[in-house]
């Protein structure tokens, strides 16, 4: 999973930070901490509880929310268990140092002081938990305002604290958030309003803009929203990477109802924004951004932009509109085309084969590879682009139908001819000779045979293995495979035909040679599994004899 940041990597000493009190006489070690049951607790349920926090973001943004929000709503019922257990051993161990005398207590366990401030942490975190569950039902359902309310119900003790309490500032934005998804707008900018006027730290302060724009946003003010993002440039040194999220949706939703050429000039501010936020805040927050901006302008269709057209094409393939992508991906290429920028033009349409590639359509892709390579055979990765086309005419060859296997194999033949043809020169022409040489439509069939049983379809590569098998001299290697598959089976029958073909190998091989040993010891082992130990024995005697020192 790709990084977020501290914000959700609360590990080690960041863990310390976060449930000790900003009061330096009551910082304990991490080593201390960290050899503390209830610590371990701790870092576990926070760890289930950012996945979770990824799983719910991205299931949202890239709208594939069915089996990513499932996945994300068991998640964090997970850490609010997980959480909420914590919570009732705080509750123990803090009923305990209440009644023990300082005097009286262990050096190493937990402080009055260290217990309450885990204990406001730890509804900060449940709130955290709740609001991530709340986002993965649908708006103003029953179960997320549940899911809000219960969130908010964490957080009293917590905002109430004096301002040196590291936990306070995080608990008001966390407050603000649930009281905006609540959509109790007047609330919500009462209490911002007056926690704005109290000095709050850079960082806290750049959230209070971002959920000030968040607010905006949901009021549909998109004028008040745009100054508002001017003045957050002006007014803040430091902007945090929600905020920075915020701005670029400001933008993008202020563009979607504006008119030409206002709208130009907002999607190109977008695409400014897009470029700072992955200058200044990692991957995460980069893919983030190019979802949104990919999928804002995604039907956008009189657009020429390649960059933006790129960033749509990729946010289709993200949230599982493959075809729409290809199709995105097909119009960059003619733009290139047009502009003369083959290289552009060629990594398109790569693209978009190695899409169709992915959707399992095998046939469409090998087409596409081919004719990408065939038509931009100076290309320097045209050669490579061909090659996948003959791998996938491979695989077509092996599990094409017994009716229709000739053909294929045939299209597999005149794949490896064009490309000696078209690159003889290239590194790839060896190992198009070396595949040339093995082209047989007996390995073919082999192959697709191991296919067969490696997915569990024994009926069928048995009888493709005894098809293999059934000429005058058959490979003594597809004779092996043919008799393992066979000592595998439940079925008598099928035993002892692999006993029968364990001894026509033994009989074709070298005495005492490897092949020799693997089929005398398979007979041996059929010959028990049947339940004929005497003939068995017989045998072994017998091998003992011949070959004395293979003891």
């Given at each position: 999973?790709?990084?977020?940041?501290?914000?959700?990597v609360?590990?080690?000493?960041?863990?310390?930070?976060?449930?000790?009190t900003?009061h330096?006489?009551?910082?304990?070690?991490?080593?201390?901490?960290?050899?503390?049951p209830?610590y371990?607790?701790?870092?576990?349920a926070?760890?289930?509880l950012?996945?979770?926090e990824?799983a719910?973001?991205?299931?949202?943004l890239?709208?594939?929310?069915?089996e990513q929000?499932?996945t994300a709503?068991?998640?964090?019922?997970?850490a609010?268990?997980?959480?909420?257990?914590?919570?009732?051993?705080?509750?123990?161990?803090?009923?305990?140092?209440?009644?023990?005398r300082?005097?009286?207590?262990?050096?190493?366990?937990w402080?009055?002081?260290?217990l309450?401030?885990?204990q406001?942490?730890?509804?900060?975190q449940?709130?955290?938990?709740?609001?991530?569950q709340?986002?993965?039902y649908?708006e103003e359902?029953v179960?997320?305002?549940?899911?809000?309310?219960?969130?908010?119900?964490?957080?009293p003790?917590?905002?109430?604290?004096?301002?040196?309490?590291?936990?306070?500032?995080r608990?008001r934005v966390?407050?603000?958030?649930?009281?905006r998804?609540l959509?109790?707008?007047?609330?919500?900018e009462?209490?911002l309003?007056k926690?704005?006027s109290e000095?709050?730290?850079?960082?806290i302060?750049?959230r209070l803009?971002?959920?000030q724009?968040?607010?905006?946003?949901?009021e549909?003010?998109?004028d008040?929203?745009?100054?508002?993002?001017?003045?957050i440039?002006?007014?803040?040194q430091?902007?945090?990477p929600e905020?920075?999220d915020t701005i670029?949706e400001v933008?993008?939703?202020?563009?979607?109802l504006?008119?030409?050429p206002r709208s130009k000039q907002?999607?190109q501010?977008?695409?400014a924004?897009?470029r700072?936020?992955?200058?200044?805040?990692?991957?995460?927050?980069q893919?983030?951004a190019?979802y949104?901006?990919?999928?804002?302008i995604a039907?956008?269709?009189?657009s020429?932009?390649?960059?933006l057209?790129?960033y749509a094409?990729?946010?289709l393939y993200?949230?599982?509109?493959?075809k729409?992508?290809?199709?995105l991906?097909?119009?960059?290429a003619k733009?290139?085309?047009?502009?003369q920028?083959?290289?552009?033009?060629?990594?398109a349409l790569?693209?978009?084969?190695?899409?169709?590639?992915?959707?399992?359509?095998?046939?469409?892709?090998m087409?596409?590879?081919?004719?990408l390579?065939?038509?931009?055979?100076?290309?320097?990765?045209?050669?490579?682009?061909?090659?996948?086309?003959?791998?996938l005419?491979?695989?077509?060859?092996?599990?094409?139908?017994?009716?229709?296997?000739?053909?294929a194999f045939?299209?597999?033949?005149?794949?490896?001819?064009?490309?000696?043809k078209?690159?003889?020169?290239?590194?790839?022409?060896t190992?198009?000779?070396?595949?040339?040489?093995?082209?047989?439509?007996p390995?073919?069939?082999r192959?697709?045979a191991?296919?067969?049983?490696?997915?569990?379809?024994?009926?069928?590569?048995?009888?493709l293995y005894?098809?293999l098998?059934s000429?005058?001299?058959?490979d003594a290697?597809v004779?092996?495979?043919y008799a393992?598959?066979?000592?595998?089976?439940?079925?008598?029958?099928e035993?002892?035909e692999?006993?029968d073909?364990?001894?026509?190998?033994e009989?074709r091989?070298?005495p005492?040679?490897p092949?020799w040993?693997?089929s005398?010891?398979a007979?041996?082992?059929?010959?028990k599994q049947?339940?004929e130990?005497?003939?068995?024995?017989?045998?072994?005697?017998?091998?003992?004899?011949?070959?004395?020192a293979?003891?």
């Open positions: 999973m790709k990084s977020r940041g501290s914000h959700l609360m590990r080690g000493g960041w863990l310390v930070c976060l449930f000790v900003a330096a006489s009551a910082q304990p070690s991490e080593d201390r901490l960290s050899s503390r209830l371990r607790a701790i870092q576990q926070l760890d289930t950012s996945q979770a990824i719910q973001e991205e299931a949202t890239t709208g594939q929310q069915e929000l499932a709503r068991q998640q964090c019922r997970t609010i268990a997980q959480l909420v257990q914590v919570k009732k051993q705080l509750a123990e161990l803090l009923r305990a140092a209440y009644e023990t300082r005097s009286e207590r262990d050096a190493n366990s402080t009055v002081l260290e309450e401030s885990l406001r942490n730890l509804k900060l449940l709130a955290r938990g709740y609001r991530n709340a986002l993965c649908a359902s179960d997320r305002v549940n899911s809000l309310s219960l969130a908010l119900q964490q957080l003790d917590v905002v109430s604290q004096p301002l040196d309490d590291t936990s306070v500032w608990a966390e407050q603000l958030v649930c009281l998804l959509k109790k707008l007047p609330e919500a009462r209490l309003a926690w704005q000095s709050p730290p850079t960082t302060a750049s803009a971002g959920e724009l968040q607010i905006r946003l949901e549909r003010d998109f008040n929203a745009l100054r508002l993002v001017r003045n440039r002006a007014d803040h430091t902007v945090v905020t920075d670029l933008l993008l939703a202020a563009q979607q504006a008119e030409r907002l999607l501010r977008a695409l924004q897009l700072h936020i992955s200058a200044s805040h990692g991957p995460f927050w893919r983030r190019e949104r901006i990919g999928l804002a039907h956008q269709v009189e020429d932009d390649t960059e057209l790129n094409a990729s946010s993200a949230t599982g509109k493959s729409q992508a290809v199709a991906y097909e119009r960059i733009i290139h085309d047009a502009q920028q083959q290289d552009q033009q060629f990594k790569e693209t978009a084969a190695a899409i169709v590639r992915t959707a399992d359509d095998r046939g469409d892709a087409q596409r590879f081919r004719r390579a065939v038509e931009h055979s100076e290309h320097e990765r045209a050669a490579t682009a061909h090659l996948i086309a003959i791998g005419a491979a695989q077509s060859a092996a599990e094409a139908a017994p009716a229709l296997r000739t053909v045939q299209s597999y033949l005149d794949l490896l001819n064009e490309h000696l078209l690159w003889p020169d290239r590194p790839s022409a190992q198009v000779k070396a595949w040339q040489s093995h082209a047989q439509l390995e073919i069939d192959q697709r191991q296919s067969l049983a490696k997915q569990g379809k024994r009926e069928a590569a048995l009888a005894r098809e098998t000429g005058t001299s058959p290697v004779l092996e495979e393992e598959l066979l000592a595998q089976s439940p079925r008598e029958r035993l002892r692999g006993l073909i364990w001894h026509q190998i009989k091989s070298k005492g040679g092949r040993w693997r005398r010891r007979r041996l082992a059929l010959l049947l339940g130990g005497e003939r068995a024995q017989k045998l072994e005697q017998l091998t003992k004899i011949l070959y004395p293979s003891d």
